[in-house]
C-alpha cells in the first residue's frame, strides 16, 4: 500500500546530541512536511519542500534543519537537541499546491535525555 | 494573523450520542478546510472542505462548511467508543502548502 514511513518510530538522544529522524514516502506526492507535535497540542509546521524547494517557517529554530535528497526521501535533522525539543516529529505528504490534504506517517517520538 | 480556533476543547458524550464539533477560520484566501482523528498516533484524514454548503458524509461522520461565515462542524451521530480521539481541524490559505492547526477538540465517549 502506498504510504508514508517514518523511521525510527521511538528515538532517544542525549541532549545537545545530533539527531536524524526520517521520512519516506511511495505516494510520489510533490510535497512533503516536518511537523512538531508536543503533548496535548496541535501539529506546528516547521518546514516544507514543494520537489527541491525549501521553505522555513519564520519562527523554526536554526537548530533544525532538513535534507530531501530525492521525491520519496526527507529528512529532519536537530543540530543540538534540547530538552524542549522533545516531541512526537510528524511528516506529511501533499500531491501539490491548492490546498490538497495532507497524508501523515505515524511519527517518531523522540525523547532527549 | 491566520488563525484556526476549535470548539470545545473537550467533550464527554455517552455511546449513542450526537456531537457537533466547531471549527472557525480566519485564514488569508481561503482554500480549503480540513478534518483529522487523532488517536494515539499520527491525524487521520477525515474530510476535505472546499466549497461552502456541501456535506461531506462517511458513515456516522460529516462535515460541512459555512464559507461566509467562516467556520466549519464536524457531526458523529451515534457516537462510539471508538470515536474517542482528538479532532483536529486544519486550514489552508494563500500559502498554498501551510496547513493552520486548531488546537483540537478531544472527545471522550463513555460506554
Known amino acids: 500500500d502506498a504510504m508514508v514511513i517514518q523511521n525510527p518510530r521511538y528515538q532517544v538522544t542525549q541532549f545537545g546530541k545530533p539527531v536524524t529522524l526520517s521520512c519516506s514516502q511511495t505516494?510520489?506526492?510533490?510535497?512533503m512536511y516536518w511537523y512538531q507535535q508536543k503533548s496535548s497540542q496541535a501539529p506546528k509546521l516547521l518546514f516544507h519542500?514543494?520537489?527541491?524547494?525549501?521553505?522555513n517557517e519564520a519562527d523554526t529554530p536554526d537548530n533544525f534543519q532538513s535534507r530531501r535528497p530525492n521525491t520519496s526521501f526527507c529528512f529532519l535533522d536537530i543540530r543540538s537537541p534540547g530538552l524542549g525539543d522533545a516531541a512526537r516529529y510528524l511528516c506529511a505528504t501533499s500531491r501539490g499546491l491548492e490546498g490538497y490534504e495532507q497524508y501523515f506517517g505515524p511519527g517518531t517520538r523522540l525523547t532527549v535525555t | 494573523e491566520d488563525k484556526v480556533v476549535q470548539s470545545p476543547l473537550s467533550l464527554v458524550v455517552h455511546e449513542g450520542d450526537t456531537v457537533t464539533l466547531n471549527c472557525s477560520y480566519e485564514v488569508t484566501n481561503f482554500r480549503s478546510l480540513l478534518w483529522y482523528k487523532q488517536e494515539k498516533k499520527a491525524p487521520t484524514f477525515l474530510f476535505m472542505l472546499?466549497?461552502?454548503?456541501i456535506e461531506k458524509k462517511s458513515g456516522r461522520l460529516s462535515s460541512i462548511l459555512d464559507k461566509k461565515e467562516l467556520f466549519s462542524i464536524l457531526n458523529i451521530t451515534a457516537t462510539q467508543t471508538g470515536d474517542s480521539a482528538v479532532y483536529l481541524c486544519a486550514s489552508s490559505g494563500y500559502n498554498f502548502n501551510k496547513f493552520y492547526f486548531g488546537s483540537g477538540t478531544k472527545l471522550n465517549v463513555k460506554p
Open positions: 505516494l510520489n506526492h510533490n510535497v
Open positions: 519542500y514543494y520537489d527541491k524547494d525549501f521553505n
Open positions: 472546499t466549497s461552502s454548503g
